[in-house]
């Protein structure tokens, strides 16, 4: 079956536009994550859904950052005003909560480049 | 910020040979996991121990698990150069599915 899919792949923005990454988990997965990702680092928690509700947002760096699941599927991810140091790569995972263990499965994520 | 901490940060050895690296963590622990990412790629779940597990194997990996050094390695039998990425461990607490990444290994096979 599909993937984790996420769009787009690549996003260049100019310091001080908003951006939105999109990440589609796999069907039937209730729970979604994001994390943020710098060069040669491994993943940092953003934020967290259980179907459409966002149970946990304490990873997101500051106010600019926002995280939506309206109806528990798709999910955007958006940064206002974005600055140099927003320029990581953005993973989306998904997962089973009625999975008897926590895997999670990851998408290819998203390379934001602030210029 | 990053709970885990992995060493070696780079690790080079020969097709044939066997890999081993390490994973430290801080917090108590639902259960920890181990991920590979190709360049340029997503992370793959490779296996996962659970806290009252001590050992776990899965074709050619191995992990260990020491909940009282709060400590896992992972081997890597009879690598290939396909094996060639990075490793992350990753801890769940109890309570939360987010998983909290190490600092991870980078892992170079050569034929």
């Known amino acids: 079956g599909a993937g984790v899919s996420q769009s787009p792949r690549y996003k260049v923005a100019k310091r001080g536009q908003d951006v939105a990454l999109r990440c589609d988990p796999i069907s039937g997965h209730v729970s979604l994550f994001w994390y943020q990702q710098a060069l040669g680092q491994g993943p940092e928690f953003l934020t967290y859904?259980?179907?459409?509700?966002?149970?946990?947002k304490s990873g997101l760096p500051s106010d600019r950052f926002f995280a939506e699941r309206p109806e528990g599927s798709v999910s955007t991810l958006k940064i206002q005003r974005t600055q140099q140091e927003d320029s990581a790569v953005y993973l989306c995972?998904?997962?089973?909560?009625?999975?008897?263990?926590?895997?999670?499965?990851f998408g290819p994520g998203t390379r934001l480049t602030v210029t | 910020s990053q709970q885990g901490e992995e060493d070696p940060q780079a690790l080079s050895i020969q097709e044939g040979e066997n890999a081993t690296m390490n994973c430290s963590y801080k917090t108590s622990i639902n259960n920890l996991q181990w991920y590979r990412q190709n360049s340029g790629r997503g992370l793959v779940h490779l296996i996962l121990?659970?806290?009252?597990?001590r050992e776990k194997h899965s074709g050619r990996l191995r992990v260990t698990l020491d909940t009282s050094k709060k400590s896992s390695s992972l081997l890597i039998t009879a690598s290939r150069a396909a094996d060639t990425a990075s490793y992350f461990c990753?801890?769940?607490?109890?309570?939360?599915?987010?998983?909290?990444f190490g600092t991870g290994t980078r892992l170079q096979v050569f034929p």
């Open positions: 990753a801890t769940a607490g109890d309570n939360t599915d987010k998983l909290i």
């Open positions: 995972a998904s997962s089973s909560r009625l999975a008897v263990y926590y895997e999670q499965y």
């Open positions: 859904f259980q179907n459409e509700a966002q149970l946990d």
């Open positions: 121990i659970r806290s009252n597990e």
